[in-house]
C-alpha cells in the first residue's frame, strides 16, 4: 500500500512499490486519460507531471512519486476551466485520434511553466512525444498560440 | 425500437449497449444512457430528443480521420439542424444485421468512409427532415410543401406557426419514411464544405474520451498474451505452476495453438506474470526465413518468365529491344508496422448463450463475425460495441486476431469480462505488416528523349492472397496494381506511354501482410514517380516536362501536378542550398501531387517544406482534409527516413519504438495544402497523400546529391558526398 498524491488528491493505491507509475493511475487509481504507448519511456504517451514537471509515467516506479504532487490530464484543467494549451488545442483542433494527445498535451504545459514565450527551436527540443497521426504542425501553432494567450 | 433485443440481467450491460448503440464518447453507464436513448428515431439515422438534442447514428469508426464529424455534416446538412445541437452514437454491427442492414457497410479502411457513403447519409437526414416536416404539418393541418426546416425550427410562413423539431420527433417517428428523397445541390450547403470543428476533440483534451483501452467493467479482469514470436511456431508447453502464486494471477490458458495468456486481476500483474512464464514453441521451418532469404526469393521474381499482367499496352519488351536509350534499375520496399499508439486490444465476455465484445474496430462487421466464429455462437447471440480508436492505419480493418484472442480467452472464464492488451513488443512482433516487394523498371527512350516504352516489374506480397483470397481473380491480386490502372475510378495510372507492360510476380512469405495506410500504391508510386525522374534526368529534361508530355489525356492527374509545380516555384530559383522533386499519383478515387525542398548538409537530410495538393472531388470538411494530409506526410516520411521490420530466424526483429523510429515535431516539415476538389466526383482523403511523400522527397535527394535511393527506409543510406 502507498500514499499518492494525484491532482491534489491524497491517495491509498494497494500496488507493490515497484509497480510503474502509469499502471497504477490507470488501474488502480482509474484515470485512464493517462495512455500507454511503450512501456520504455520513448513515445511520450504516459507523460504526467511530477512536482510540475514532465515525466514519462512508465518508466517511473510508484516508490519514487511517493510525496510528491502528481498531476495527470485529468487535473490539467483547474476549477472547470480549461488550461491555456487545452483551449488553444481544441481552438487548432489538435487531436486526431488523440491517443497520444494527453501526454503531448502534459509535455507541453511543462515546458510552457519553464519557457512561457518558447521558440521552434525549444519546441524541436523539448517536445519529443510521437504522435502517429500526424498532428505536429498543429501542436507546434497551437503551443505558439497557448504561449500568446 | 422492434429491433431491440431483450436487457441483458446485468444491469451493466448498459441499455445503450443493449439497445444496439455503443457511444462514441462514453462507456455508457445504467441510468444515463437509458436516458441518452430514450428519445424514438426519427428513421435509422436521426434520433431527436425533447430538448432538440440531435443524435446522428454513425456506422464508420473513428479512428482520428474526422469521418464522424464528417458524416454528421452530411446528414445535419439535410436534416436542416442546429449543428450546435449535435451528437454522435455508433450503432452496433449486431443491430445492423438485426435491421436487413439499414446502415449498410461500417468498413472503415480505404478511405472510403464518406466517399463511399455521401449519398446515403445524405438522403438518410433528408428523409428525417421530411418527417419532421411532415408531422408539423399534421398537427397545423397544413399542407407540408408550405413548411420550411431550418436550424432545427419548423416554420409555416402562411401562418407565421413555428416549431422545433424536439417538439415533433415523437409523432414523426410513427411516419413512414419517404422513398423519394431529393438532395440539396452542393453549392447551397451552410454546413457541409464547411471547415467546422471536430466533434470529438473536447473529450479528447480532458482524458474523458474513452478508448478500447480503457474500458471497464464490473467484475473485469485483464489478460497478457505472447503469440509465438516465430509466426505459425505452435506451443509445445508451458508451465501454469511457475506464476500461479504470483500477485493477482487467475489463470494461464492456452489461446489457439500458438499462443499463452495470463489473466490477472490488473494488466501490469498479468505481464508481469506473463514475463516470468517458461514457455516452449515447437520448431518450425517458419525458423529458416529471413530477410535475406525473403530478398533472394524476391530478386527471382523480378526475372521470372510468369508474372500477372495489370497494365499493358502495345509491346513493351520489343519497344525496348529497339529503344535508343534504355534505363534500368530495381527498387526495393520493406515490411513495416502500422504501430498504432494503442496496441491492440478487446474486452470479451462470454456465457454459453451470449457474447459481447468491446473493440476498437475499423470494421464492426468483421469483428462481429470473428466474434461469432471464436465464441461458437450464433452470430445473433453475439454483439460488438465499438469503442474509439488510438489509431488504426488498416491494422483493425481485415484481421480481427485481438478479438478472436480476447473471446478465446474470456471463453475459458464464462461470466467474466476479460479485457485482452498486447505489450507493445507483443504489437511490433504480431503485425500484419506492409507487403514487402521490389521492383525493375525499364524504359526506353527514343533518340529525342521521349519515352517509348516501360516494364514495370513488381515482385512480392499479396496481402489479398493471404487476407481475403475471395477476392482474387484467377490468382491474380488487382489490388498489386494500386494507381497503375489502365483505367478507372479508383486508381489509374497517369501517364500515356504506346508500350506499357506493368506485371506481378506474386512471392509471398510466411511474414503476415496486411492492410497499411496507402497499401501498395505507397511502393507503386516510389517505384513509379522515382523512376520516371530517372528517365528525365536519363532523358536529360526537367522532370515536370518531361511528364507533361506523357499526361496529355489525364488532365486531373496533370492539374495536380502543376498546382504543386506552381506554388513551390518549379522553374525558378530555390533558396540557397535547396533542391525540389515532385510526384504524382491517383489512388482511392483522388488526385495527388507534392513537391518537396530539402537540403543535405554533410550527409544530413532537412525536409524544409512540403506542398500538397489533393483533387478529392468534394471537401465535406476543409481544415479536416488538411489535417488528414499534413498527418499523411507524417506518415509517409516516418516510413520512409526509419521504418522496416526486418526479419531473423523466422520472427520481426523490431520490438519497441527505440528501433522502430517515427517522425518528430523537430523534423515535421512545413505542410502547405492546396484542395482543388472539381466537384464532379468523390474521392477518399485519408491515405492518397501519403503515396506522394516518399517520392518527392527522394527525387528532392536526388537533385541536391545526386543519389539515387531505391531501398527505404533511407537511415541505412549515407547522403555524404562521395
Redesign the interface.
Known amino acids: 500500500m502507498v500514499r499518492l498524491i494525484i491532482n491534489g488528491q491524497s491517495r491509498e493505491v494497494d500496488v507493490e512499490p515497484d509497480t510503474p507509475l502509469l499502471w497504477a493511475i490507470r488501474e488502480n487509481v482509474g484515470l485512464t486519460g493517462t495512455k500507454y504507448g511503450c512501456g520504455i519511456a520513448k513515445c511520450g504517451a504516459c507523460t504526467v507531471h511530477i512536482d510540475g514537471v514532465a515525466a514519462r509515467s512508465c518508466s517511473i516506479r510508484v516508490s519514487d512519486a511517493v510525496g510528491k504532487q502528481i498531476t495527470t490530464v485529468e487535473g490539467l484543467a483547474h476549477n472547470g476551466v480549461l488550461h491555456r494549451v487545452q483551449k488553444a488545442w481544441l481552438e487548432h483542433d489538435v487531436p486526431q485520434c488523440g491517443y497520444c494527445q494527453s501526454g503531448m498535451m502534459m509535455a507541453v504545459a511543462a515546458l510552457l511553466k519553464e519557457k512561457p514565450k518558447p521558440t521552434d527551436a525549444d519546441i524541436d527540443a523539448t517536445i519529443t512525444n510521437i504522435c502517429r497521426c500526424g498532428t505536429y504542425q498543429r501542436v507546434r501553432a497551437a503551443i505558439h498560440a497557448a504561449a500568446n494567450a | 425500437m422492434t429491433f431491440m433485443p431483450k436487457i441483458d440481467r446485468r444491469s451493466f450491460l448498459v441499455s445503450s449497449a443493449a439497445a444496439g448503440f455503443s457511444l462514441g464518447f462514453n462507456i455508457p453507464v445504467g441510468g444515463e444512457a437509458a436516458a441518452q436513448t430514450a428519445a424514438p428515431e426519427v428513421n435509422a439515422w436521426v434520433v431527436i430528443k425533447p430538448d432538440d438534442t440531435v443524435v446522428i447514428r454513425i456506422a464508420r469508426s473513428e479512428?482520428?480521420?474526422?469521418t464522424l464529424t464528417g458524416l454528421a455534416q452530411l446528414v445535419a446538412e439535410e436534416l436542416e439542424c442546429d449543428w450546435s445541437k449535435v451528437t454522435t452514437e455508433y450503432p452496433t454491427p449486431g443491430a445492423n444485421l438485426a435491421r436487413n442492414r439499414v446502415w449498410r457497410d461500417f468498413m472503415t479502411a480505404g478511405s472510403q468512409g464518406i466517399r463511399r457513403s455521401h449519398d446515403y447519409v445524405r438522403e438518410g437526414g433528408a428523409a428525417a427532415r421530411m418527417m419532421l416536416i411532415q408531422a408539423a404539418a399534421n398537427e397545423w393541418k397544413v399542407a407540408a410543401s408550405e413548411c420550411k426546416a431550418a436550424n432545427s425550427v419548423i416554420t409555416h410562413a402562411p401562418s407565421g406557426r413555428s416549431t422545433t423539431f424536439g417538439k415533433v420527433a415523437a409523432a414523426a417517428s410513427k411516419l413512414e419514411v419517404p422513398k423519394q428523397v431529393p438532395l440539396k445541390p452542393v453549392k447551397d450547403w451552410k454546413i457541409a464544405g464547411k471547415s467546422v470543428?471536430?466533434l470529438?476533440?473536447?473529450d479528447?483534451?480532458?482524458?474523458?474520451?474513452?478508448?478500447s483501452?480503457?474500458v471497464?467493467l464490473p467484475g473485469m479482469l485483464?489478460a497478457a498474451i505472447k503469440d509465438s514470436p516465430v509466426f505459425g511456431a505452435k506451443v509445445k508447453s508451458f508451465d501454469a505452476a511457475k506464476v500461479a502464486g504470483m500477485?493477482g494471477v487467475k489463470k494461464v490458458v492456452p489461446v489457439g495453438e500458438t499462443a499463452v495468456a495470463v489473466i490477472a486481476d490488473?494488466?501490469?500483474h498479468a505481464k508481469t506474470a506473463l514475463d516470468a512464464l517458461p514457455i516452449v514453441w515447437e520448431d518450425s521451418q517458419n525458423a529458416q526465413v529471413s530477410s535475406e532469404t525473403i530478398a533472394a526469393m524476391l530478386r527471382e521474381g523480378l526475372d521470372a518468365e510468369q508474372a500477372f499482367v495489370g497494365n499493358k499496352a502495345g509491346d513493351a519488351k520489343a519497344a525496348l529491344a529497339g529503344a535508343a536509350k534504355k534505363v534500368e534499375a530495381v527498387y526495393g520496399y520493406p515490411f513495416q508496422n502500422h504501430?498504432?499508439?494503442?496496441?491492440m486490444n478487446a474486452t470479451a465476455l462470454w456465457t454459453p448463450d451470449k457474447c459481447e465484445v468491446w473493440a476498437p474496430t475499423q470494421n464492426g462487421e468483421t469483428a462481429l463475425a470473428v466474434t461469432a466464429a471464436a465464441a461458437g455462437l450464433p452470430v445473433n447471440k453475439c454483439d460488438v460495441y465499438k469503442v474509439?480508436?488510438?489509431?488504426?492505419?488498416g491494422r483493425r480493418a481485415s484481421s480481427h486476431d485481438f478479438v478472436q484472442q480476447a473471446v478465446t480467452i474470456a471463453k475459458q472464464m464464462p461470466g467474466t469480462p476479460i479485457k485482452l492488451?498486447w505489450?507493445?513488443e507483443e504489437d511490433m512482433l504480431h503485425g500484419r505488416y506492409h507487403p514487402v516487394t521490389q521492383c525493375k523498371l525499364t524504359g526506353g527512350l527514343d533518340a529525342n528523349g521521349n519515352l517509348i516504352a516501360l516494364h514495370m516489374r513488381i515482385s512480392g506480397q499479396s496481402i489479398v492472397a493471404n487476407l481475403l483470397p475471395q477476392f482474387l481473380k484467377d490468382g491474380m491480386d488487382p489490388f498489386v496494381f494500386q494507381g497503375l490502372n489502365p483505367g478507372g475510378a479508383e486508381g489509374a495510372f497517369g501517364y500515356a506511354i504506346s508500350n506499357l507492360l506493368i506485371d506481378h510476380a506474386m512471392r509471398n512469405t510466411h511474414v503476415p501482410p496486411g492492410f497499411w495506410r496507402g497499401v501498395n500504391n505507397n511502393h507503386n508510386a516510389i517505384y513509379l514517380e522515382c523512376f520516371m525522374d530517372e528517365l528525365a534526368h536519363a532523358a536529360g529534361q526537367d522532370a515536370l516536362e518531361f511528364r507533361r508530355k506523357l499526361m496529355g489525356n489525364h488532365p486531373k492527374h496533370l492539374g495536380v501536378l502543376n498546382a504543386v509545380a506552381e506554388r513551390v516555384g518549379w522553374g525558378k530559383p530555390a533558396p540557397q542550398g535547396v533542391f525540389r522533386g515532385l510526384a504524382q499519383h491517383m489512388g482511392y478515387g483522388s488526385y495527388v501531387a507534392a513537391a518537396a525542398e530539402v537540403s543535405v548538409d554533410n550527409g544530413a537530410l532537412k525536409i524544409h517544406r512540403i506542398v500538397a495538393a489533393t483533387n478529392c472531388g468534394h471537401v465535406v470538411n476543409p481544415?479536416?482534409v488538411e489535417?488528414q494530409v499534413?498527418?499523411?506526410?507524417?506518415?509517409g516520411l516516418s516510413a520512409m527516413l526509419y521504418q522496416e521490420c526486418t526479419v531473423k530466424g523466422g520472427r520481426i526483429e523490431q520490438e519497441?519504438?527505440?528501433t522502430y523510429n517515427?517522425?518528430?515535431?523537430?523534423e515535421?516539415p512545413?505542410?502547405e495544402t492546396i484542395l482543388m476538389p472539381s466537384g464532379d466526383f468523390w474521392g477518399g482523403v485519408g491515405e492518397p497523400t501519403i503515396f506522394v511523400a516518399a517520392p518527392a522527397v527522394l527525387n528532392a535527394i536526388f537533385a541536391a546529391t545526386g543519389k539515387r535511393i531505391r531501398t527505404l527506409p533511407l537511415k541505412h543510406h549515407d547522403l555524404r558526398k562521395a
Do not use: C
Open positions: 479512428m482520428g480521420q474526422g470543428k471536430r470529438d476533440t473536447p479528447k483534451l480532458t482524458g474523458k474520451q474513452v478508448y483501452i480503457d471497464q485483464n500477485k490488473t494488466w501490469w504501430a498504432t499508439m494503442e496496441p474509439h480508436l488510438g489509431g488504426g492505419f492488451l505489450s507493445r481544415q479536416q489535417a499534413e498527418g499523411s506526410f507524417v506518415y519497441n519504438f527505440d517515427v517522425l518528430r515535431i523537430n515535421m512545413k505542410v
